[in-house]
Nanobody, 115 residues
Framework: QVRIVESGGGLVQPGGSLRLSCTASGINFRLYTLNWYRQSIGKQRELVANITSDGTTNYADSVKGRFAISRDNIRSRLSLQMNNLEPDDTATYYC?????????WGRGTQVTVSA
């Protein structure tokens, strides 16, 4: 059974930093592209960043230069380092993996950027 759990969200002031983590069990973690999505109220869920099995990264234009995605295949952990946070980064952040053709999501972790 695939299980995904996110953590690390919270309230931060503009310009601050947070580090999100995601653990995934039930899959051979190192083989899959792993994704961070986010969804804010009234908006569609959007891809923030992803990392392939060989470590290639991809970022949404809105977070380039501020966010960094990384993976630890030994601990089956995905991370998202978020720096210089802006109010528009406020959202619920979700970890996602597609396994055997099906999408799997965690429950998300809330990030709020506010003074």
């Amino acid at each position: 059974q695939v299980r995904i759990v996110e953590s690390g969200g919270g309230l931060v002031q503009p310009g601050g930093s947070l580090r999100l983590s995601c653990t995934a069990s039930g899959i051979n973690f190192r083989l899959y592209t792993l994704n961070w999505y986010r969804q804010s109220i009234g908006k569609q869920r959007e891809l923030v960043a992803n990392i392939t099995s060989d470590g290639t990264t991809n970022y949404a234009d809105s977070v380039k230069g501020r966010f960094a995605i990384s993976r630890d295949n030994i601990r089956s952990r995905l991370s998202l380092q978020m720096n210089n946070l802006e109010p528009d980064d406020t959202a619920t952040y979700y970890c996602h993996v597609r396994f055997r053709g099906s999408p799997f999501w965690g429950r998300g972790t809330q990030v709020t950027v506010s003074a």
